[in-house]
């Protein structure tokens, strides 16, 4: 399916005017109108319609707590922080720029430099209360390590639930089982990411 | 049949009657959520019990639950009470409806009839008529503006539509010669070819259209019109009280439901192998069931295409039939 | 017994509603009470085994009742008590009080005297709607109809005063036409 019907601003250009006539003004016109309606039947137009819908028995309901409907990978919800395959560290670097970018001002990242010299990430809050999903975060990130996962239900006792870092971030077991799926969804590279690359300018 | 033994009987019957109406008025909520929603390609209540079975139950017990709120500015004692007649008048009306024919249980003939008067008809309908009192105190106690347009509509299509079904039914009636039910639905034993409704086929279409406006369903239902005056008479009510105006719409319904069955469509008369008891409660169940499908099909009238219909269509077609069964029968 | 319980009850119930109709200041109250006190009377037809006028009774007033609570509607906020202003308390007073008893005179003297016997008793076989019938439609055939005629006038009346302005419609008027009106 192409994109173009969605890109058409001019919607205009597909309505079509039901002809309407003008309203009766005679007495004689008006009880015409009365006795066309009466006896066309369109009443039983509209009983015949819903009587072949229950018979057809063609049920639309999704029952949601036991069914759900597929989402798609691009769906924004609650975020999730990876970790490197290989060795299992955060991949978070603690560079700041979702701090900076959110536009709902509801990250909060505290970092400090550890025994190394490495920048480590010990605080990483996101208020839920006030996030819009808008998703840049997972669009900034250098090294993808905050992208937005598929989980949508936010219900629970308490509302520092999903916020903390830890319930963010992907579990070490979890991890080494091989079940951290590089997300194809929101902030990730593009599929042709390699042809797109490009040195860096540094002509300044 | 000696007095004591009169007496027995009749709370006996009172007793089967309240319950057994109660529930069905409860199903019937159920079976209208369901109808409705197979209509509207849904599946409506699935989680509570089989197939959302006890949905009726939990409604029940949420209503019974609720806190009963008494609005600050209302008439108290008014507000209080409107429900309930509500509610008594639809099992009052059900009194003098004969529900099944006779039978017998322990070597005793039970007339499934509470009280037996010889003007049934007018009795049933002059009882739910007053059972309009009820969305018209409701509304007007509640101290709400949309209560009191809730209660404004009650007014003028009770004052409409009692003109409608009383003319409607006046031809069946001459054509009887009696306003007892029993009376109406035995001119009708002959089988299929007797009922009145192949003789009164106008007479049978405005009375259902006027059950509607009594009982206010769907194309007539002004009163707590959600679109237009939030929920009517009954925006102020919570809980049980709320509870209680529904049990009587429904429980009207059925009433309808049997009074036109009773009067146009053969009563209880056996219909063909189908045994009478089982005729009537099927032609009972097509009636009510006509009621929900309307409700999925048709939308609402405005207030003035309610009045409109009423005086400048229904009436002048009840007058005319009523004149041409007279002359009809006197020739 | 079960009569004589019944009617006691009905009269009971019936005084209360019909002091309470006279005597409150909120016209919901009276209103109510008088709706009240109308379907209680028809107890008295069916306990005399006149069904077919306690009925007619149920109907009529509720019909009639329900017109009222229509004017109530209009003229009245109905959920406040109304301010009653009495000009001459005692003239009030003799001049109903007087005419209460006028009517209970009127209506007992037959009863003392017991001069009352039924012009039209019920006949075995014949039952009540159709011996009201037979009455309305022999004796009483002329008042009947003249009552008949009196309330077609009534309602053409009634059309001709409400239909005047029929036509024009409040909500379709150009703002202007009000303003002439206004100026007018």
Redesign the interface.
Known sequence: MSLEQFKDRNVSQNYTYIPVDKPPVKPLDKFKQ?LKRTFKGE?FV??W???R??VK?????V?YPKEKLPISPRYRAVHKLYRLLESGYERCIGCGLCEKICIANCIRMDTRYDENQRKEVTEYTINLGRCIFCGYCAEVCPELAIVHGPRYENASEQRAHFVLKDDMLTPLDFLKEGKQQEYPGFGDVSPNADERIKKTPLAY | MTLTEFVIATIIKILVVLGLFSALAGFGTYLERKVLAFMQRRLGPMHVGPYGLLQVLADGIKLFTKEDIVPQNSVKPIFMIAPVIGAATAFIALAAVPLFPEFEIFGITIHPIIADINVGVLFVLGVMASGLFAPLLAGMASANKWGLLGAARTAIQLLSYEVVTGLSILAPLMLVGSLSLIDINNYQSGGFTDWIVWTQPVAFVLFLIAGFAETNRTPFDLLEHEAEIVSGYATEYSGMRWGMFFIGEYANMITIAFLASLIFLGGFNDWGFIPGGLAIVLKVSFLFFFFLWTRAAWPHVRPDQLMWLCWKVLMPVAVINVVVTGIVLMM | MFEAIAFYLFSAITIAMFAITVLSKNALYSMSALAAGMVMISGFFFLLDADFLGVVQIIVYTGAVMALYAFGMMFFDTTRDVKEEIRAPKLVFLLSGLSALLLVIALVAPIVSDHITALYPMTEGVENPQAVGIVLFTKYLVPFEVAAVMLLVAMIAGIVLAGKKMDESLTLKVEEEFQEKGAK
């Open positions: 009365v009443l509209g009983l319609v819903v009587f819908e229950m028995f063609d049920i639309h309901t029952q």
